[in-house]
């Protein structure tokens, strides 16, 4: 894996992708275009909340349409906090990421007792509750959204109020993310995650409570995805309760099925062409969301793997 | 207590549970016989209220626009079923959630490019415009009780379909055994067409009877899709008593909370505070509702034999 | 003499009406191989079943060393010491073969929330699947998918995953079927091999394999036990030879 000697298709890209994002600052200033920066930090943002997606429905096969509510969680743990004028970085993350643990295991322990289609839409109606909570909090603006007056501050140790600073702690965030799934997959406790995709009631009988195990990787993926939460809130310096509406888990979705679901680097190409051909689109029409409303039933019919399955079709071919 | 506005907070709780049940009785049926999971029923909903919308400003009467918006739903979800969703029945539910999203995607564009991004209200002939007492100083609308009158029969008359029609007896027989159904030689493909027609249909219904309301608009349907999945949940996926019965629970419990919490909460704790949260935990109500029923019944309350 | 290693008691499912298991009572004692016998649908899966815990009995009692385990989920059962195979061959199909059977080994060694360490690394592990694979020999085979094994391969690899476990008591649905006769020899040595040193509760119609394996017979059929008892016992019974060998015997 870190011999470049062995690399094929799917390793290349990983690689250059990750290395083109991390010089991109160095060329976006070289050609005088920050807002592609803009861009590719957004892009790594909802790419952490693809890797966590993708933790439990592609590793896991458990079809989370909830899990937007995560990104809310996370930047409202950074908004509220601010409204009150407490913008320590370390608190305000750790609360991102507690307060999604806790909503992911109570919401967890029930949906996860339910199979197939069940938890499909009690997920998606778990995030929906969240999302109404929020809109009639009128305190923390309700359906005006709130205004994050300043960015999370990390007492000097490094400032993300200036944006390449930002950005590279988020991809060094992007980076840690993929790092821990991968290492977390490849696991003993990844193992049974794995196995228990695949055959749950054989894993029962060998002796896996599956139960406690789904619900662990259940909290894990919640936490990841508080924290990209916690990056988009700073990001955008505002959040709005409509932006975890459900129509936004099923952009999640999209983007770790666009890109291969149960890859480790799929989701951040999915994630990556969405965002791209959504910047590039919109510009060109005001309906570019039928062209996606296509696109994604086009992949679903005819692209299984998504760009991860090609990519590993490229490398068999050589 | 104030009777009257109980008794008509009672009525619209009942009126938003009909027009939940319409919209679940098709998701459930379709569901519980094709194993199909369609997001996009919520745009056959939207689609009745256009089209319906559009046939009132040409013909000038409500009613007739009605009875024609219905057939018009009837073939979008023909062509729906036939263009997309006949090739997903063999695929996983991933995949059925996915493309009925992308169907989501286009539907609410191409409304936005027919009909503009604004919303399109819907006028109602006089003789629907007004209320009517019900009891003495009670007064409701007139339209609100013929909604719920119009959901009642409906869901009168499809109960009699499952339960006393062959074809309900193959509904019955798919809903739990679905190899059953083709070994009696039925042509099942037919069979799924149709009743995905009929979802398509109750849909509409649905959202052509809300439009004068609330106004036919773009993603009206996103919404109160997922209460119809909560409402199938509660009642049990493929169950059109379960249906039935689960949306009147979740529409009343719905209203009620949301006109009558923050009295009951000021019996608790201080006014400011049953102020402050009883809109969020209104808001919650019915997911609440929702997560105690699970916690006891997996199924929800009147799980489909033999699945 | 022995104590009851497994004891079922007056254990009684039905389906929608039809009695699938009728008020069974049976023993088995540590280190025998006990066989259960009897005709298509007579009640030996779903028996298995309520033993391992995926069905739950209408009624009756499952006692294993001591300890009612009746009302049990399938994974504490596992914890206890129990392992069965399925007739069906259920594996986890994406995965190696290596790894399907270092997971048994995981579920053995307690607890898996070990977040960090490379499982494939982990010699503790590999090393111990390789023997387990060793035993029913499929070592060559360790980096194949599972997917892509044929199905006498499946079969051993079935077998190898209740082994992993390192079980105090196998209960096996029909570990030879579908094999051929000579995957079949192979498949009664491996067993051979556990005789003695594991207990096991056998469910099989090859005939000569049950009578080369069991120490005692219990027939089953339509959910009733009609005979239990030592292989000659049981050839020479009656009600046996008419309700069951018969056909095959005569
Ligand atoms: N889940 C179920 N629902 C309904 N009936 C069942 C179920 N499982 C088994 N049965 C019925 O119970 C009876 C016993 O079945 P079982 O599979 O235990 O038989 P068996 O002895 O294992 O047969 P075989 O030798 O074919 O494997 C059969 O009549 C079968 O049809
Ligand atoms: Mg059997």
């Known amino acids: ?318 | 207590m104030d009777w009257g506005l109980l008794i008509t907070q009672v009525l619209n709780g009942m009126q938003l549970g009909v027009l939940l049940f319409l919209l679940a009785s098709g998701l459930t049926l379709v569901f519980g016989i094709m194993d199909f999971v369609n997001l996009a029923h919520g745009s056959l909903y939207m689609m009745g209220a256009f089209f319906c919308a559009t046939l009132t400003e040409w013909t000038g009467s409500f009613v007739l626009a009605a009875f024609l918006a219905l057939p018009l739903t009837a073939l979008v979800g023909l062509a729906v079923e036939i263009i997309v969703v006949r090739k997903l029945y063999r695929r996983d539910h991933l995949d059925h959630v996915l493309a009925t999203f992308g169907l989501i995607l286009v539907f609410d564009t191409a409304v936005q490019f027919i009909w503009g991004p604004a919303g399109t209200a819907i006028p109602l002939p006089e003789w629907l415009d007004g209320r009517v007492e019900i009891l003495p100083n009670i007064e409701f609308p007139t339209f609100r009780l013929l909604i719920i009158a119009t959901g009642l029969v409906v869901a009168i008359a499809l109960y009699w379909i499952v339960t006393h029609t062959r074809t309900g007896m193959l509904i019955r027989a798919g809903a739990s055994n679905r190899t059953m159904v083709s070994a009696l030689g039925i042509d099942i493909g037919k069979l799924f067409l149709g009743l995905f027609a009929l979802g398509a249909v109750l849909a509409g219904l649905a959202g052509l009877m809300i439009a004068p309301i609330t106004e036919a608009s773009i993603g009206m349907g996103n919404e109160i899709i997922i209460v119809a999945f909560v409402v199938i949940i509660i009642g049990g996926i493929g169950s059109i008593k379960g249906a039935f019965v689960a949306a009147l629970l979740v529409g009343l419990i719905d209203t009620m909370g949301r006109s009558f919490l923050d009295s009951f909460l000021k019996l608790f704790m201080s006014i400011q505070n049953a102020e402050t949260s009883a809109p969020a935990i209104s808001a919650m109500m019915i997911y609440i509702l929702m997560a105690a029923v699970l916690a006891f019944r997996p199924q929800g309350l009147f799980p489909p034999k033999g699945r | 003499m022995t104590a009851a290693f497994l004891q079922i008691s007056n254990l009684y499912k039905s389906f929608g009406g039809v009695a699938a298991t009728d008020h069974v009572d049976l023993e088995v004692l540590e280190h025998e191989v006990h066989a259960v016998i009897g005709p298509n649908g007579a009640g030996k899966t779903t028996l298995i079943s309520q033993l391992a815990g995926e069905l739950e009995p209408d009624d009756g009692q499952v006692a294993f060393l001591g300890r009612d385990i009746t009302r049990l989920p399938p994974h504490a059962r596992a914890q206890l010491g129990l392992a069965r195979s399925f007739q069906i061959t259920s594996l986890m199909l994406d995965m190696t073969v290596r790894d399907n059977v270092a997971l048994a080994i995981q579920a053995h060694d307690g607890h898996s929330f070990r977040f960090w360490r490379d499982a494939r690394r982990d010699t503790a592990l590999t090393d111990r699947a390789m023997q387990a694979l060793a035993r029913v020999g499929l070592e060559g085979r360790a980096d194949t998918i599972a997917q892509q094994m044929s199905h006498g391969e499946h079969r051993q690899l079935e077998i190898a995953l209740a082994l992993a476990t390192d079980p105090k008591l196998l209960l096996l649905d029909e570990p030879m079927a579908g094999m051929g006769s000579e995957e079949a020899a192979r498949m009664v040595e491996i067993l051979r091999d556990l005789k003695g040193s594991k207990t096991m509760l056998l469910i099989e119609h090859d005939m000569d394999a049950v009578f080369a394996l069991a120490d005692r017979i219990t027939v089953l059929v339509y959910g009733k036990v009609i005979a239990t008892g030592k292989p000659d016992e049981i050839r020479a019974d009656e009600s046996v030879r008419r309700a069951y060998l018969g056909d095959e015997a005569g």
Request: some cysteine; glycine content about 12%.
């Open chain 1, 1 to 318: 894996m870190l011999d470049p000697r062995l690399w094929q298709a799917r390793e290349w890209v990983t690689a250059l992708t990750l290395a083109a994002f991390g010089l991109a600052p160095v060329f976006t200033e070289l050609a005088s275009q920050p807002f592609i920066l803009d861009l590719i930090a957004r892009l790594m943002i909802l790419a952490i909340a693809a890797v966590s997606l993708n933790l439990i429905l592609g590793h896991g096969g458990m079809i989370s349409f909830g899990h937007a509510a995560y990104i809310g969680i996370g930047a409202y743990a950074v908004g509220i906090p601010a409204y009150y004028e407490i913008t320590n970085g370390f608190l305000q993350i750790a609360i991102a990421i507690g307060a999604s643990a806790v909503f992911a295991f109570f919401t967890g322990l029930i949906s996860l007792r339910t199979k197939g289609v069940y938890f499909i839409m009690i997920t998606m109606a778990f995030a929906q509750m969240v999302y109404f909570a929020f809109i009639s909090i009128e305190e923390y603006g309700g359906d005006d959204g709130l205004v994050i007056e300043t960015r999370s501050e990390f007492g000097g140790l490094f400032d993300i109020e200036d944006t390449t600073t930002f950005y590279y702690f988020t991809w060094v965030s992007l980076v840690a993310a993929l790092y821990l799934v991968r290492r977390i997959m490849r696991s003993r406790f990844g193992m049974v995650i794995e196995g228990a995709k695949g055959n749950e009631r054989r894993m029962q009988s060998i002796g896996f409570d599956t139960y406690k195990y789904r619900l662990t990787c259940y909290v894990i993926a919640g936490m990841i995805c508080g924290y990209a939460g916690a990056l988009l809130g700073n990001f955008t310096s505002f959040f709005s309760p409509e932006m975890m509406d459900w129509t936004h888990s099923g952009e999640l979705l999209f983007m770790v099925v666009l890109g291969g679901a149960g890859s480790l680097f799929g989701p951040v190409l999915g994630t990556a062409a969405f965002v791209l051909l959504e910047e590039f689109l919109s510009g060109i029409t005001i309906y570019w969301q039928a062209i996606f409303g296509v696109l994604l039933i086009l992949v679903v019919l005819f692209a299984p793997g998504g760009i991860d399955g090609f990519l590993g079709r490229l490398g068999r071919k050589r």
